[in-house]
């Protein structure tokens, strides 16, 4: 009788070593092979201009996201230190405030010859003083400030549109998402437009 119960104790230690180690092997397939612990985010950005007086044009910006992955993904919250805006997150030494923002630059076209336009370490933009260094999308959310509950749950879509007044040129611009798990939750996509 002691034997048999030996011999069952001992399968039970060796059923419960073999669980864990196809334990071990599942998770570490779903969340490092498969990477479920990222939310997978698709961004589209897609430009109408209307043109308008004095040679400029409406361009109405409209960006959809959406969260392919298996987990929800939730935007970052505005942070503020002594009632002052402070950056969520910096990419390439560039702060971004909101998370969920729109940039845009005007490309210089009067250079003569090929040239590469590179968004973060290029110089051959123009700066219009009217227009905002970034536009918060999630304002059409109508989140209350320093709430910071925008999210999608897995399969969900948004569309956030902005609308801005531009004169004629060539433009780049880059809509960024950050979310509550930094570099896993970051996302961006920068978008070529001409407004005649």
Known sequence: MVEIGLIVQIFQQIVLTIAIIFGGIWALFRFRLLREYEGNKELEVSTNCTPCENGNSIVFINTTIKNTGTRTVIATPKKYLNGKLVPIYTNNNIPIYHSFVLQIKRMDTSIQGSIAYDWYGSSN????????????????????????????????????????????????????????HGTADYTSRILYFHVA
């Open 125 to 180: 933009f123009t700066q219009d003083d009217n227009l905002p260094d970034e536009i918060d999308l999630l304002l059409e959310s109508n989140i209350p400030p320093n709430i910071g509950d925008f999210w999608l749950n897995s399969g969900d879509t948004c569309h956030l549109g902005t609308v801005v007044k531009l004169p004629s040129g060539h433009y780049l611009a880059k809509v960024s998402f950050v979310g509550t």
